[in-house]
């Protein structure tokens, strides 16, 4: 029996801020053992302008039977005496996998632009899927820190397009039930969540979102609040199936 496993990874420009999908990262469990393939996406030589040095051409699908380094290095080994913390940060167990944990929490480090994500889960029977974030862009919310403060975790919580973004037109907000925006959902979500709503009977009103998780106010900004969000989705592809993901 085999079991597949994704993380895509997102570069960041430095001057528009805006973040571009370069990469996927497809893992492969089966009795035998692990198998990794990275391949880059369609938009990576566009955005980046040259490979990254660990894969070092566009047009090659690299495989190995060993996780690459450039992931293991973006994960907190589990022995680590820095993994519990880390973990707790993004409201896991301390025997979380190391793997799930760099799902959420991104992977980032203060020296780059990158980050990675999963894909979102989807249920065909239900014609609905589901994606956990971390808020982002807290810091640029006056007053956001003290609305998430006031927040529980299975608090509710709006998602609500804002169309004027200066940045990116399909910004969507992250609004608690009483009070003004805390920050946004990433932006390789928001194309499938505004294609979720254009389908949805009641819009926006039917993508249910909640508090999984709130960092401590001493932490990293971006660990601050984590969400899970429900979406509709009666769509054959998935939520990532666009152009964007697609590889070389």
């Not at 969507?172 to 009977?201: D, I």
Request: charged share 20%; aromatic share 12%; net charge negative.
């Amino acid at each position: 029996m085999t079991a597949k496993r994704v993380l895509f990874v997102a570069w960041q420009a430095p001057d528009s801020r805006a973040i571009t999908p370069v990469g996927r990262l497809r893992v492969t469990r089966a009795a035998a053992g692990h198998e990794y393939e990275f391949c880059y996406l369609r938009p990576a030589r566009n955005v980046l302008g040259r490979p990254f040095a660990s894969f070092p051409n566009f047009d090659v699908v690299y495989r190995s039977t060993e996780l690459f380094p450039f992931f293991e290095n973006r994960m907190v080994p589990r022995q680590s005496p820095d993994f519990a913390g880390m973990a707790a940060s993004v409201g896991l167990r301390s025997d979380a996998d190391p793997f799930e944990v760099l799902a959420i929490s991104g992977g980032q480090r203060a020296t780059d632009t990158l980050e990675v994500f999963p894909e979102p889960r989807t249920d065909r029977a239900a014609s609905s899927a589901s994606f956990r974030f971390l808020v982002r862009g807290a810091r640029y919310r006056p007053g956001a820190h003290d609305q998430i403060d006031r927040l529980q975790v299975g608090d509710h919580l709006r998602l609500e397009p804002e169309a004027d973004n200066p940045v990116d037109p399909q910004a969507v907000l992250v609004v608690p039930a009483s009070g003004t925006a805390v920050g946004w959902a990433p932006a390789y979500l928001c194309p499938a969540l505004h294609r979720s709503a254009s389908a949805a009977t009641h819009g926006w009103d039917d993508l249910d979102a909640t508090v999984s998780h709130i960092g401590d106010r001493s932490g990293p900004a971006h660990f601050r609040l984590l969400c899970e969000v429900s979406f509709p989705w009666p769509f054959p592809d998935g939520p990532f199936d666009t152009p964007e993901f697609e590889v070389f």
